[in-house]
C-alpha cells in the first residue's frame, strides 16, 4: 500500500536560518511526489514535484526536495527561512497504478520566528 | 486567469439541512475532486470525477453526494447523513486522469460550520 508519512508535526526555526521539513513515502510504483504550501485558510499551492527526473528538484520561492530512493525520502528544504514561510506544508504521492490517485501526508506546520 | 472558484469562503448548516458546496474550475480540466480537511489530518477523498456525467466514490463518501454534469462544475452536497460535517472541504482539478506525474490544483476552499 502506499503512504506518506511527514515526521514532524511542528518545525519552528529562527527567520534566515535553514528549514528542513522531512517526508518518507512508501510506493510499489515509481512514484511522484509533490510538496504543497498552505497558508491559514487557504487552498493548496505547488511548491514542486518530482517526476523521475532530476532527483534534485528546485521550486519556488527558494525551495528544494531531494528524491532518495535508496531512503524513499523526499525532504524539503531551503537555506534561508523568511517570516512570509510560516504555514502548513504537505508532502503528497501520486501513484498511477489504475488512476492517478494523490495521497497526503499529515502537514508539517513551518513556524518563522524573528 | 485561469483557475478554481469555490463558493461560498464560509458556510453554516443547521442540523438536519442539505447543503452544496459549489466549484468551477476555467482550466479545462478533465478531472476534479473534492477533499476534507480536519485539524491536524491531511486531506481525505471523497468523491473523484474522470470525465463528464461520470464519478466515483473516494475513502469517505458516506454522507456526501456530487454530480459531473458540465466539466467546468462539480458540486458537492452535504447531506444530513454526514455526521460530523464540520471541516474545511477543498476542491481540485487536473489534467486527463490516468494522465501521469500531473499534480492538482486547488481552490481557496470551503469552511463548512455546523451549528
Known amino acids: 500500500a502506499q503512504s506518506v508519512t511527514q515526521l514532524d508535526s511542528h518545525v519552528s526555526v529562527s527567520e534566515g536560518t535553514p528549514v528542513l521539513l522531512r517526508c518518507n513515502y512508501s510506493s510499489s510504483y515509481s512514484p511522484s511526489l509533490f510538496w504543497y504550501v498552505q497558508h491559514p485558510n487557504k487552498g493548496l499551492q505547488l511548491l514542486l514535484k518530482?517526476?523521475?527526473?532530476?532527483?534534485l528538484v528546485k521550486g519556488i520561492n527558494g525551495f528544494e526536495a531531494e528524491f532518495k530512493k535508496s531512503e524513499t525520502s523526499f525532504h524539503l528544504t531551503k537555506p534561508s527561512a523568511h517570516m512570509s514561510d510560516a504555514a502548513e506544508y504537505f508532502c503528497?504521492?501520486?501513484?498511477?497504478?489504475?488512476?492517478?490517485?494523490?495521497?497526503f501526508g499529515a502537514g508539517t506546520r513551518l513556524a518563522v520566528h524573528p | 486567469d485561469g483557475g478554481i472558484t469555490q463558493s461560498p469562503k464560509y458556510l453554516f448548516r443547521k442540523e438536519g439541512q442539505n447543503v452544496t458546496l459549489s466549484c468551477e474550475q476555467n482550466l479545462n480540466h478533465d478531472a476534479m475532486y473534492w477533499y476534507r480537511q480536519d485539524p491536524g489530518q491531511g486531506l481525505r477523498l471523497i468523491y473523484y470525477?474522470?470525465?463528464?456525467?461520470?464519478?466515483q466514490k473516494g475513502d469517505i463518501a458516506e454522507g456526501y453526494s456530487v454530480s459531473r454534469e458540465k466539466k467546468e462544475s462539480f458540486p458537492l452536497t452535504v447531506t444530513s447523513a454526514q455526521k460530523n460535517p464540520t471541516a474545511f472541504y477543498l476542491c481540485?482539478?487536473?489534467?486527463?486522469?490516468?494522465?501521469?506525474?500531473?499534480?492538482?490544483?486547488f481552490g481557496q476552499g470551503t469552511r463548512l460550520t455546523v451549528v
Open positions: 503528497v504521492v501520486s501513484v498511477s497504478g489504475g488512476y492517478n490517485k494523490l495521497i
Open positions: 518530482y517526476t523521475s527526473a532530476a532527483t
Open positions: 470525477s474522470q470525465i463528464v456525467n461520470d464519478f
Open positions: 481540485a482539478s487536473s489534467i486527463p486522469f490516468r494522465a501521469m506525474n500531473t499534480e492538482a490544483f
